[in-house]
């Protein structure tokens, strides 16, 4: 069966810090995968989303970036954090017409 | 641009006792919409997905139903496990093989006992 995770499960930064959260995907190949942000008490933001390795497209305009480097893991990253990129961070799969989710990531950018 | 919107946002409930929530959505040709739960701190559990105009699913005390215009999820006498936020989402025809999701907001659920 396919399992997704997500790493670290909660982070505390400072402004202006480094970011890089990990996605992986288990038992499935050549997979679509998201990341999303949501805020408190709101709904899924895409942020990005890949079809394959290397293939990135961005949904919203932001200081944060992504990457695929393989075929079932994406990273989230940013160079600089801002007060603003705290949220909790969600990556997702597709698997046929569905997408499931992970974990999470807590971010609290202080 | 696509557009998902939840209603009501926060719905108190007492066990037993029925009620929908309410997704609205405007897309450019529906591909899928999809009921999702969420447990608070923890990624979003898919429940439902539904296709076309008069499609129902039924999993326990949950029933989701499709219109052209809007889903309803359906909670017959719900008991306070069922208490989390509930999200509905849409997929375009337009999204190819991307297969992008739109968000509404979400219902917060709460069941007392």
């Known amino acids: 069966s396919q399992t997704i995770h997500q790493w670290p499960a909660t982070l505390v930064q400072p402004v202006g810090s480094p970011l890089s959260l990990e996605c992986t995907v288990e038992?499935?190949?050549?997979?679509?995968l998201y990341w999303y942000r949501q805020a408190a008490g709101r709904g899924l933001q895409l942020l990005f989303y890949s079809v394959g390795i290397g293939q990135i497209s961005s949904e919203v305009p932001q200081n944060l970036s992504a990457s695929r480097p393989q075929d079932r893991q994406f990273i989230l990253s940013s160079k600089k954090l801002l007060l603003s990129d705290s949220g909790f961070y969600l990556c997702a799969w597709n698997g046929g017409e569905t997408q499931y989710f992970g974990p999470g990531t807590r971010l609290l950018v202080l | 641009e696509d557009q998902v919107t939840q209603s009501p946002e926060a719905l108190r409930l007492q066990e037993g006792e029925s009620s929908s929530l309410n997704c609205s959505y405007t897309v450019s040709g529906l591909r899928g919409l999809f009921w999702y739960r969420q447990d608070p701190g923890k990624g979003p559990e898919f429940l439902f997905t539904?296709?076309?105009a008069g499609e129902e699913k039924e999993k326990e005390r949950l029933k989701a139903t499709l219109t052209k215009k809007e889903s309803f999820l359906h909670i017959t006498a719900p008991k306070p496990e069922d208490s989390a936020t509930y999200l509905c989402?849409?997929?375009?025809?337009?999204?190819?093989?991307?297969?992008?999701?739109?968000f509404g907001s979400g219902t917060q659920l709460t069941v007392l006992p």
């Open positions: 539904l296709y076309s």
């Open positions: 038992g499935t190949s050549n997979p679509n």
């Open positions: 989402a849409v997929q375009a025809g337009s999204s190819g093989s991307a297969r992008q999701l739109t």
